[in-house]
C-alpha cells in the first residue's frame, strides 16, 4: 500500500473512533485498533495562525480561535517526538512551533 493510501486509511480510522463518541483528552494517550503506535492529542496554542478557514466558518476573529488538537504519534520504536532517539523531529513539529 503507498504511504499516502495509508495515511488516508489511518486517518479515516481516526475519525470513525472519535465520531463514534471516543473522547479526545490533551496529554492522555489514545489506542486504536488498526494503529499499532499510541497518539496523544496535544493542545496547539497558536490555532488561529493555522485554521483559517474553521475561524471563517464559525465568524471567530484569530485571537478567539476554535480550539485544535494535534495529534502526535509515536514513532516505530515507541518514541515521541520529546523523547531522546525519536526517530525524526522534523516529521512532527510541536504544536506552537509552526503556521500555516
Known amino acids: 500500500m503507498s504511504t499516502r493510501k495509508r495515511r488516508l486509511s489511518y486517518s479515516t480510522a481516526w475519525g470513525a473512533e472519535f465520531r463514534s463518541g471516543e473522547p479526545l483528552m490533551p496529554g492522555i494517550p489514545v489506542d486504536l485498533e488498526e494503529w499499532s503506535r499510541p497518539i496523544i492529542p496535544d493542545v496547539v496554542p497558536n490555532a488561529g ?3 483559517f478557514s474553521a475561524n471563517r466558518y464559525y465568524q471567530r476573529p ?39
Open 49 to 51: 495562525d493555522i485554521v
Open 62 to 100: 484569530d485571537l478567539y480561535s476554535v480550539p485544535v488538537l494535534q495529534l502526535t504519534y509515536a514513532d516505530l520504536n515507541g518514541k515521541f517526538p520529546w523523547e531522546v532517539d525519536f526517530k525524526d523531529p522534523r516529521t512532527q513539529p510541536r504544536p506552537g512551533t509552526f503556521k500555516a
